[in-house]
């Protein structure tokens, strides 16, 4: 059973950096598309962040030069946050999926197809 758990939210003032960091546990693909997404309350979940098996990432134009995602051996993605702006506040989920083989950046990033899914971690920026 794949489960992903993200911590590393918070508040932190307009400016500021968080790193956020999801634990996942049972994925165990070798191609695969992961991401980070946010919501805010009324809106569509947004693609933030995206990184393929291959090691390709892809970022939205809203947080290119701010953010960074990535991934360590043990399973666990990651996306630093720098540079923050309240626009920035939202609950951030990650995800995973499994792909057959290579996929777009632009799919990668989309939240269609992703099936794996963390519960959520909260940032606020505050100016």
């Known amino acids: 059973q794949v489960q992903l758990a993200e911590s590393g939210g918070g508040s932190v003032q307009a400016g500021g950096s968080l790193r956020l960091s999801c634990a996942m546990s049972?994925?165990?693909?070798?191609?695969?598309?992961m991401g980070w997404f946010r919501q805010v309350p009324g809106k569509a979940r947004e693609g933030v962040a995206s990184i393929a098996s291959d090691g390709t990432t892809t970022y939205a134009d809203s947080v290119k030069g701010r953010f960074t995602i990535s991934k360590d051996s043990a399973s666990t993605l990651y996306l630093q946050m720098n540079t923050l702006k309240p626009e920035d506040t939202a609950m951030y989920y990650c995800?995973?999926?499994?792909?057959?083989?290579?996929?777009?950046?632009?799919?990668?990033?989309?939240?269609?197809?992703?099936?794996?899914w963390g519960q959520g971690t909260q940032v606020t920026v505050s100016s």
């Open positions: 049972g994925f165990m693909y070798r191609s695969y598309c």
């Open positions: 995800a995973a999926a499994e792909t057959k083989g290579w996929v777009p950046p632009s799919l990668c990033i989309a939240e269609t197809g992703y099936n794996h």
